[in-house]
């Protein structure tokens, strides 16, 4: 086997991250005043797992926040057949050089990142990829089913019942204690 050639799956993360470079960002620690969920465009997936993008500087005063808590972004972009799911550890980073040799800035715009942007980064601890080309031979079973479940239940455009099959296992357990 020759290992040159050979993807690794954080090349495989990178390579679908960089695709579609834009996700939802989401604070999940419990502190009162929390990041705002944010669209964010990946600036880069470094050889760390480190994903790198800025977000718009919360109006609440910097110190407010935790420099590190938990975090997840949600990859999708209408077209691709796949999409990314992503649970790290965000940090903040306020560093001005790191801002610029990251970014590659002029130093004026630089400065203007520092007063309008926040630079992040999120350690990958946990990353799921999720395909959405349906198996050839299951396209008529699904319409099937979608039809009789349109004829016996309550149609609501949009609705579709809670799936386990994609959940991690602490959503799982989560979905089935709230149930």
């Known amino acids: 086997m020759n290992t040159e050639t050979e993807i690794t799956p ?7 991250i960089s695709d579609i470079r834009s996700a939802l960002f989401f604070s999940q620690n419990n502190d009162i005043v929390k990041m705002p969920t ?5 600036l880069r997936v470094d050889e760390e797992g480190y994903i790198w993008f800025f977000v718009n500087r919360p ?14 972004l949600d990859f999708f972009r209408k077209g691709k057949s796949y999409f990314v799911q992503v649970t790290g550890k965000a940090y ?17 715009i630089t400065e203007n990142a520092m007063h309008e942007l926040l630079l992040m980064k ?23 089913t979608q039809t009789i479940q349109r004829w016996f239940f309550a149609a609501r455009l949009g609705y579709k019942p809670y799936s386990l099959k994609h959940l991690s296992f602490a959503e799982q357990d989560y979905q089935l204690k709230r149930a």
């Open 92 to 108: 903040i980073v306020n560093d001005e050089n790191t801002i610029n040799d990251l970014a590659g800035l002029a130093p004026h």
């Open 59 to 72: 109006q609440q005063y910097l110190d407010a926040f935790e420099k590190e808590f938990p975090a997840r």
């Open 38 to 42: 944010s669209i964010v465009t990946v």
């Open 10 to 16: 954080l090349d495989f993360l990178r390579e679908k």
């Open 122 to 144: 999120v350690k990958m601890f946990n990353a799921e990829y999720h395909d959405n080309t349906q198996e050839e031979g299951s396209f008529w079973w699904n319409n099937i």
